[in-house]
């Protein structure tokens, strides 16, 4: 009964706030589902452990990271994640840094097996292996049918998906090249525009490690985002949750959290964000807007260590993920019901005599 009554709020919510006369036409939707860093592989000295990422999925299957999510993941029409480390076959080429994430080139079947559809590489640990581990990377992704997309300072790509004529366009980068390479950020937006993409989802790897409060990159490089066109701007990097926010018909989530971290042995954070976003569009008026729904996880389904297999939360602990959120947003976020999640109201699209044109 209860998640009877929480599938009718979900659908009263969403047609009161749809323009008049949108109703009486036909209304595409493209659901989205974002989820935060994913370290898919073990740091060296970590990986032979028999509580390592890896060992982990030796011992259960591809299918073991997102098995307990496949009721967002395998319902949507797409679903993203963060790729925070490299697929790579050698030791060779380590960078040096503190933290260097590997899987072998087969986890990249983890994804397939997960409902992930595309992955965002624009982050700091995509380069752990150089730009040998970086092609091959792309090079697994390939092979098992996934799209990618980022502005990094060495390889770029932008991904369109398209369901019944509808366009929506994926970009990102992460905040360190965002100084030195905003040409290129630029010319992956004209890209999507060009294509006639009807909505632009742009991912962000900004911020403060482990800060509970955006700080002001993010709030930059999300600005920018959306100045130069972008419908949805979501987040990740500090590892933990932070807040949301709503300007010029775009919504910006700064931060997803962890979701399947392997480069933790022991949890660090136990709070996550899966962002569910509904993109909403007419024959007659094109885009009409969107409806973002929060749903608070953990990554590990156990708390005495960390077991790799994201869960969605519930009840209490669900309402104290909700709180951090709430804690970093500027406006009163719409509460967190149980079995549906935070669905926020429909931001409509912007009109076009206000609507900002790119820079």
């Known amino acids: 009964m209860r998640e009877f009554l929480a599938l009718v709020l979900t659908g009263l ?41 890896d060992s982990f999925v030796a011992a259960r299957g591809y299918g073991y990271p997102f098995a307990r999510v496949q009721s967002l993941f395998a319902h949507d029409d797409v679903t993203v994640i963060n790729l925070e480390g490299v697929f790579y076959d050698h030791s060779a080429n380590r960078a040096e840094k503190t933290y260097n994430f590997r899987g072998p080139t087969d986890f990249a079947q983890i994804l397939p097996a997960g409902s992930v559809e595309a992955v965002f590489v624009g982050n700091n640990h995509i380069i752990d292996y150089g730009i040998q581990g970086f092609r091959s990377t792309i090079a697994a992704l390939e092979a098992v049918g996934v799209p990618w997309f980022a502005t990094t300072n060495m390889l770029n790509n932008t991904w369109i998906f398209e369901k019944e004529g509808f366009k ?9 090249t965002f ?35 955006r700080v002001q990159s ?32 775009a919504s910006i989530i700064y931060s997803l959290g962890n979701f399947s971290f392997g480069g ?41 260590y960390n077991n790799f297999q994201p869960v969605i939360l519930r009840g209490r602990e669900a309402r104290a993920v909700m709180e951090l959120v709430q804690h970093d947003s500027p406006f009163e976020l719409a509460p967190y019901i149980e079995g549906l999640g935070a669905l926020q109201p429909f931001v409509p699209a912007p009109k076009p005599e206000t609507a900002l044109k790119t820079e």
């Open 13 to 53: 919510l969403a047609f009161s706030w749809l323009p008049a006369g949108a109703i009486e036409e036909e209304v595409v939707e493209v659901v989205i589902t974002l989820a935060g860093d994913c370290t898919l592989g073990s740091e060296e000295h970590t990986r032979r452990n028999l509580l390592s990422f």
């Open 168 to 176: 929506v366009g994926f970009t990102g980068a992460y905040s360190a």
């Open 179 to 213: 100084g030195g390479f905003r040409k290129q950020m630029e010319k992956d937006m004209q890209t999507l525009k060009d294509a006639g993409c009807d909505a632009i989802v742009a991912v962000m790897h900004a911020g403060r490690e482990y800060s509970p409060v």
């Open 218 to 249: 993010q709030e930059r490089l999300a600005a920018w985002y959306v100045r130069n066109g972008a419908t949805l701007v979501v987040g990740h990097h500090p590892h933990v949750v932070q807040g949301m926010e709503v300007t010029d018909g």
């Open 264 to 304: 933790n042995a022991k949890l660090r954070a136990t709070q996550a964000l899966l962002a569910q976003v509904t993109l909403r569009f007419s024959r007659e008026a094109g885009y009409l807007g969107h409806q973002v729904n929060l749903i608070p996880a953990c990554p590990s389904g156990t708390l005495e």
